[in-house]
């Protein structure tokens, strides 16, 4: 169990791994699906926290304009959980099923069958 006196403690050895999908520039088609290893190792627990804060407080703020009329001064929002995250992204998982099943990347068609194909299933 991780208490407040804990915060100031430093990370040692922790890296952690998630795929991501990076395109030239926002309008671009073309993009690369990359591992992304961040590595934690020398930060406390606190700059880990307030990290994972910044990022909810952006999400909360994005939903909370929906609302913003009925908004009070102080709002009390439970963090969620991220639920159960895959190993590889969806995309990646079903490029490697495609390669196995020896469909060409570069031939459109023969990988468009191959998605309907899985979809219809």
Known sequence: MINKSMFDNEIGNI?????CSVK???????????TVNM?????????????????DVIKW???ARKRF?????????KAKSPGMRPQIDPATALAN????A?????????????IIAKLSK
């Open 24 to 34: 030239p520039d926002g309008d671009s088609n073309e993009s690369k699906q990359i």
């Open 15 to 19: 890296v952690l791994t998630k795929v």
């Open 69 to 77: 009329d009925s908004l009070d001064k102080v709002e009390n929002v």
């Open 97 to 100: 099923e495609a390669i196995a």
């Open 39 to 55: 590595d934690y190792s020398g930060l406390t627990l606190y700059d880990v926290f307030v990290k994972a804060l910044s990022s």
């Open 102 to 114: 020896g469909i060409d990347m570069k031939d459109k068609t023969a990988l468009a069958n191959f």
């Open 61 to 63: 703020q994005a939903a």
